[in-house]
């Protein structure tokens, strides 16, 4: 009786250490799959896979200008980086990024609103969508650039001419998506805005706009980019020209004085300005066409 108790108090005691042994390696299971899970979780995030990418680009900028030995050619990204906190530092790039913005501002709501009108006058006579896809075939291959010369005669070497060139590379890209956004729209929802009696700027604003928003924004996206490129390179050639100027300037006038580095400073904030830019449209994506389901 004896030997079968102790026997068996054995058995329990060998069971429970076998288990103990099972259980060991299955709590530490949970806690690598919880790590790789959270791992996938800030994966999915676009700004992680965003940063992740910037990162590799500055690390592979690093390694290629330390090995190419020529700071003047070529700074390092530390360079860079210290060249433009201190050119934010001595307050000199700071301004002339919001003297580029506020400029680009301006031109880039005139161009829209300008193409609004003229795309709802397209949709409203036939005649004048014939005449405005002329124009854009017309105007939408010319460089805008290529018109400052021009503009620079004409308005001299104010901001005025800026604002024209601004307004060429905007113009006729936006116009061009909002038109085929416009033709887009469903009959169905045009008969709705029709039977509650819209017409005129109402029937643009509450029907025509809302269901080519995802054109739209997609036209927005592209004339921003034309728009800033514009404007930087037409800056380097308006900063010559009158002595004053915004990033552009501030690219040339470095580049004139041999300081590579506050050269790179100046394109990354380009760069920067860009991306920032880029996180807003995306924002208001998120908020508009794909919550709506209008766009995936």
Not at 31 to 41: D, F, N, Q, T, V
Not at 63 to 87: E, H, I, K
Not at 265 to 287: C, H, N, P
Request: hydrophobic share 60%; proline share 4%.
């Amino acid at each position: 009786m004896t030997d079968t108790t102790v026997s068996g108090t054995g058995l329990a005691d060998t069971a429970h250490a076998r288990s103990a042994e099972t259980v060991r390696p299955r709590t530490a299971a949970p806690a690598r799959l919880s790590a790789k899970a959270a791992l996938g979780w800030l994966w999915g995030f676009t700004v992680v896979r965003r940063a992740v990418v910037l990162a590799a680009l500055a690390a592979l900028w690093q390694v290629a200008a330390v090995w190419q030995n020529n700071p003047l050619l070529f700074p390092t990204f530390t360079d860079t980086m210290s060249a433009l906190a201190s050119a934010l530092s001595e307050g000199d790039l700071l301004p002339t990024a919001l003297a580029s913005l506020a400029v680009l501002v301006k031109g880039y709501v005139l161009a829209v609103a300008l193409a609004l009108v003229l795309v709802s006058a397209a949709i409203a006579v036939p005649f004048l969508k014939e005449v405005l896809l002329t124009l854009t075939a017309m105007f939408n291959p010319l460089p805008a650039i290529a018109l400052l010369p021009l503009a620079m005669l004409w308005l001299g070497l104010g901001e005025a001419s800026l604002l024209l060139v601004m307004v060429h590379a905007v113009l006729w890209p936006f116009a061009l998506a909002a038109l085929t956004g416009f033709e887009q729209v469903p009959e169905t929802q045009r008969l709705v805005g029709r039977n509650y009696g819209l017409k005129g700027l109402h029937y643009v604003a509450l029907i025509l706009i809302p269901a080519a928003l995802p054109s739209l924004l997609s036209g927005l996206k592209i004339a921003w980019a034309f728009a800033w490129r514009t404007l930087i390179a037409a800056e380097l050639v308006f900063g010559v020209s009158s002595r004053a100027g915004g990033l552009g300037w501030f690219i040339y006038r470095n580049r004139n004085e041999l300081l590579t580095d506050r050269v790179f400073a100046g394109l990354v904030t380009v760069i920067v300005i860009g991306l920032a830019v880029e996180v807003l449209f995306r924002a208001v994506e998120q908020k508009t066409v794909r919550r709506w389901g209008l766009q995936r």
